[in-house]
């Protein structure tokens, strides 16, 4: 099951953060909070992370809800130290969940 999120996670994030030249698929603005416009795909992001927290172990858990929190807060434009970090915090819980199948 968490080798499907992972892979799910993977394709949200290239189609969604790494547009592929040449597939034209639109992004959709759902909303706007503190002036960022929250995206169709970060929603999907966000749910599938919270799959994959519940599928866990408890120490992976504990890590994943943090990198979450951090990851809805430079989302929203809080934390605003520099250009990339969604994508970074993406990657990370991606990392994290490869480390997870394999312990």
């Not at 959709?28 to 866990?56: C, P, Q």
């Amino acid at each position: 099951m968490i080798i499907a999120i992972i892979i799910i996670l993977l394709i949200l994030w290239f189609l969604g953060y790494a547009p592929i030249t040449g597939l034209s698929i639109p992004n959709i603005s759902l909303f706007s909070i503190n002036g960022h416009m929250v995206t169709l795909w970060e929603v999907l992001i966000l749910l599938v992370v919270g799959w994959a927290i519940g599928l866990l172990p408890p120490p992976f858990q504990a890590i994943a809800s943090v990198l979450l929190l951090l990851w809805i807060l430079s989302v929203l434009g809080i934390f605003a130290f520099f250009a990339g970090l969604p994508n970074i915090i993406v990657i990370i819980i991606i990392i994290a969940l490869i480390i997870s199948v394999f312990r």
